[in-house]
T-cell receptor, first 112, second 109 residues
Framework: ETGVTQSPTHLIKTRGQQVTLRCSSQ?????VSWYQQALGQGPQFIFQYYREEENGRGNFPPRFSGLQFPNYSSELNVNALELDDSALYLC???????????FGPGTRLLVL | AQRVTQPEKLLSVFKGAPVELKCNYS??????LFWYVQYSRQRLQLLLRHISRESIKGFTADLNKGETSFHLKKPFAQEEDSAMYYCALSQRSQGNLIFGKGTKLSVKP
């Protein structure tokens, strides 16, 4: 059984740029959730995708967008990067929306 | 508003001592509570889930709806328990998790 993987592991961007983060869900899982974890904070829910449709969204602006593909992998896109977007971005997959979520190792984004 | 509060940023105990990591929540419905753990250089992983009522690695947690708490306990701490612990709740109507800020547990030899 393959666990959740994320790429890249870390990257550096400048303010105003755009970034795409990728997540491969665990085998057999059809739901992907994205979280932002700022330094010293717990993860904060960005949005969730179930069967390629957005299935819930946290308090994040529209410049945070996502996609889920037929193989249930997912992308998180952030436009017009701001300094406060610097954080660890976590992806979690589950079999269904309410089932246990399994986390990937995260992508650390630094915005300069 | 739904909220999870972990009042201690850092908890330091000696090996063999009892451990209690506090978690309080605010939720208007019937929540589902979790404890997640993150060991050094590892990913966030589920420790236990209140509906399963399991004991994992000697840890237990009881949901107290009257006090809106879900404290994590272990009678005898081990050095390998040193990690970051996050309490989280899941809103039954949605699938997202609401996390506390976490408590760093340090178990000294």
């Amino acid at each position: 059984e393959t666990g959740v993987t994320q790429s890249p592991t870390h990257l550096i961007k400048t303010r105003g740029q755009q970034v795409t983060l990728r997540c491969s869900s665990q085998s057999g899982h059809n739901t992907v959730s994205w979280y932002q974890q700022a330094l010293g904070q717990g993860p904060q829910f960005i949005f969730q995708y179930y069967r390629e449709e957005e299935n819930g969204r946290g308090n994040f602006p529209p410049r945070f967008s996502g996609l889920q593909f037929p193989n249930y992998s997912s992308e998180l896109n952030v436009n017009a990067l701001e300094l406060d977007d610097s954080a660890l971005y976590l992806c979690a997959s589950s079999f269904l929306s309410l089932e246990t979520q399994y986390f990937g190792p995260g992508t650390r984004l630094l915005v300069l | 508003a739904q909220r999870v509060t972990q009042p201690e940023k850092l908890l330091s105990v000696f090996k063999g001592a009892p451990v209690e990591l506090k978690c309080n929540y605010s939720y208007s419905g019937s929540p589902e509570l979790f404890w997640y753990v993150q060991y050094s250089r590892q990913r966030l992983q589920l420790l236990l889930r209140h509906i399963s009522r399991e004991s994992i690695k000697g840890f237990t947690a009881d949901l107290n709806k009257g006090e809106t708490s879900f404290h994590l306990k272990k009678p005898f701490a081990q050095e390998e328990d040193s990690a970051m612990y996050y309490c989280a709740l899941s809103q039954r109507s949605q699938g997202n998790l609401i996390f506390g800020k976490g408590t760093k547990l340090s178990v000294k030899p």
